[in-house]
């Protein structure tokens, strides 16, 4: 049986397929991976035996400006709807299974591959706030907010089936026809399934269920990382205290230099030292203080490092201060370190809020912290108790997601397509 498992997004996104991945190999099925050509993931694909299909454009280049967009919105959304179509539709069979997550006009084509062929499809949700709950909010795209005035999160959810068409829509169904297949009402619940995955740890993430879609909450997908730290990264951890590290994922932030002074003058502050994760946003040291490739620059408690095993990295800081990514959030609650979160788009602010919920760290109030607001919230997440208390719900979080999904997987393939 081949399954094909399709994303467009950041390493947020490819990381848990690979998760998957692996798992689906060891059960004997074969695994393909349609995702954005970046080398770094077709590298960490590689690392446990999945070939990569490459669509679309690079992720990063484009997060960083590297590639500047000519097309418009619904061209944008037009052109992705179509490059995972053919994409999945090439390597994906009828008798198989394709599962998608990412970026919606992506996921619409990837399901558009499996009508097609009548292959079983199922959407993989990596974070809630995609899925329509009485108990969270719709997210918001910055050109299409909610009237101030609407607070109910049912409403607001009603209202999200207009913004989905507005958007997607026409691009969705334009393709759809194009191919043959019907165009579609509310192309957001059709995308969506009356029976999405749900692939966040529940303690973490605690879905409660709904009247109108059968959620299944799987846990996590993780993929176990068995990378030695780099040898001049072992040497600053060993030579002191236990850092705080601060990264920020693949987060574009406006000013990545001053984000970085901000950082390890807020560290300082605690008598902490500092490790900086650079990212796609080339966080970098203050005024010399971390210089490339980890050079200390001079200052023997500040470190800066690129891509790292960061399951094995975040057991050795004091804590992480990040973007609250739906990975980073996880892997530094099974590390048991306490979290300073400074949520910039899409559900970080959900899983900002369920960090400070659940007592092992804390939310900070907007994505641009100043000295002042980043020396307080460390100086709350340092505190014994939250460690404690981060300690303790590390052994909550569940390490079976990507055996449960592969369950899932093979249960699809003994059920008939429709379509």
């Known amino acids: 049986m081949r399954v094909v498992l399709s994303t467009y997004g950041s390493r947020g996104d490819v990381e848990p397929l690979a998760g998957l991945a692996l798992r689906l190999r060891e059960s004997g099925a074969e695994v393909k991976v349609c995702a954005p050509p970046d080398e770094e993931f077709a590298a960490r694909l590689a690392e446990v035996g999945v070939g990569m299909v490459p669509v679309g454009q690079s992720v990063r280049a484009l997060v960083t400006g590297r ?47 499996a009508e097609k062929l009548g292959a079983r499809f199922a959407y993989i949700a990596l974070q809630p706030t995609m899925l329509p709950s009485p108990h969270h909010r719709p997210f918001e795209y910055p050109w299409q907010p909610y009237p101030a ?39 957001r619940d059709h995308v969506l399934t009356d029976r999405p995955w749900l692939a966040t740890d529940p303690t973490l993430d605690p879905w409660l269920p709904t009247a109108d879609r059968e959620v299944v909450q799987t846990g996590a997908w993780i993929l176990p990382d068995e990378r030695p730290l780099p040898a001049n990264l072992e040497a600053f951890l060993t030579a002191g205290e236990a850092p705080v590290y601060v990264g920020f994922g693949s987060m574009p932030l406006g000013d990545a230099a001053g984000a970085a002074r901000v ?41 800066a490092v690129g891509e790292v095993n960061q399951q094995a990295l975040f057991r050795r800081v004091a804590a992480v201060v990040h973007h609250g990514g739906a990975g980073t959030t ?19 602010p959900y899983w900002a809020a369920r960090v400070a ?63």
């Open 67 to 113: 590639i500047k967009g000519t097309a418009d919105f619904p061209q944008r959304a037009a052109a992705l709807v179509e490059q995972f179509y053919e994409a999945v539709l090439a390597v994906a069979e009828p008798d198989g299974v394709v599962a998608a997550t990412g970026l919606f006009p992506a996921v619409a084509g990837a399901q558009a591959a």
């Open 263 to 303: 950082a390890v003058e807020a560290v300082r502050a605690q008598g902490r030292r500092v490790l900086l994760g650079r990212g796609w946003a080339e966080l970098a040291g203050a005024d010399g203080a971390c210089g490339a490739d980890g050079a200390s620059g001079g200052a023997t408690d500040c470190f």
């Open 149 to 187: 005035e609407v607070t109910d999160n049912r409403e607001l959810w009603e209202l999200n089936i207009g913004t989905m068409n507005a958007l997607f829509g026409a691009p969705v169904n334009t393709h759809r026809t194009a191919v043959g297949l019907p165009a579609v009402d509310n192309v």
């Open 330 to 348: 996880t892997t530094a609650t099974r590390a048991g370190v306490p979290q300073v979160l400074v949520p910039q788009i899409v559900d970080q």
């Open 357 to 419: 919920d659940l007592g092992i760290g804390v939310a900070h109030d907007g994505p641009t912290p100043t000295v002042e607001s980043l020396t307080a919230a460390l100086r709350q997440a340092l505190a014994p108790e939250t460690a404690e208390r981060a300690a303790a719900v590390a052994g909550e979080v569940r390490t079976d997601g990507t055996a449960v999904a592969a369950a899932l997987v093979l249960e699809a393939a003994t059920v008939p397509a429709v379509g």
